[in-house]
């Protein structure tokens, strides 16, 4: 099995590298409506890879590869944070505790890190804006915000935000008033923040539940502001 599944990555990858190289059609492309699936990427292909010969030689469980799968895939993710903002929002209590020992607080609601790594909730105000990075290279708080987006782990965004933040918050569409402090907090494996975005104005009257659904993933690494629902309506 192990030689065969080569075999085929080696001609997959030397026939994708060869179409490349000569600019030939393929043949989905010279007969169109002739479908074939697509030649997987070199990083899905090289995870495969990896999958199978650690599952052929017993190193790791497939089930439990599927289990781990299934959690960062469908039950952990912003869905997570958006709650305890939303509780943070409406529960005085809870936002100071939340900010005094965040993980009590989040331990609380019931979710909580499974890395033992400390989480710190960084509060925006009118006045202090906190975006959350990684520079030397991906720490994210998964445990509430599930996996990190594609551009969270890029050179650019680490590299540039501990530099010129106003600048990256720009180009990510938040422009923040000179008078508005920009706080960079550079998380670790030990220790991950999570944004405590601002409770948008004119939303008085929606629930707790409401409220959660108007919370993003990027307010949460501090790279956008939450926006009330439009015509000021329910979430
Ligand atoms: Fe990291």
Redesign the pocket.
């Known amino acids: 099995m192990g030689t065969t599944r080569r075999d085929f990555l080696t001609a997959a990858a030397a026939a994708a590298a060869g179409a490349a190289a000569t600019g030939e059609l393929s043949h989905a492309q010279q007969e169109p409506g002739h479908e074939h699936q697509a030649v997987p990427s070199d990083m899905t292909l090289r995870v495969k890879a990896l999958e199978s010969l650690l599952v052929e030689k017993g190193i790791v469980d497939s089930k439990a590869l599927d289990a781990l799968v299934d959690t960062y895939e469908n039950k952990l993710g912003p869905h997570i944070g958006a709650r305890i903002v939303a509780r943070a929002w409406t529960d005085p209590a809870f936002k100071q505790r939340l900010l005094a020992d965040t993980d009590a607080a989040i331990e609380a609601m019931g979710f909580g890190g499974q890395q033992g790594e400390r989480m710190v909730a960084v509060e925006n105000t009118p006045r202090v804006h906190n975006v959350i990075v ?1 520079t ?4 994210y708080p998964w445990s509430v915000l599930g996996l990190p987006p594609m551009w969270y782990k890029s050179t650019a965004y680490r590299s540039r935000t501990v530099i010129d933040p106003r600048g990256v918050l720009k180009e990510l569409g938040l422009d923040l008033p000179e008078t508005v402090e920009v706080h960079v907090w550079d ?1 670790t ?1 030990d220790l991950r923040y999570i944004v405590l975005p601002e409770r948008p104005p004119g939303t008085e009257n929606l629930s707790e539940q409401e409220l959660a659904r108007l919370v993003t993933r990027d307010s949460m690494i501090g790279v956008a502001r939450v926006q009330a629902p439009r015509e000021g309506g329910r979430a």
Do not use: M, P, R, Y
């Open positions: 990684c030397l290279c991906s720490c998380s494996a």
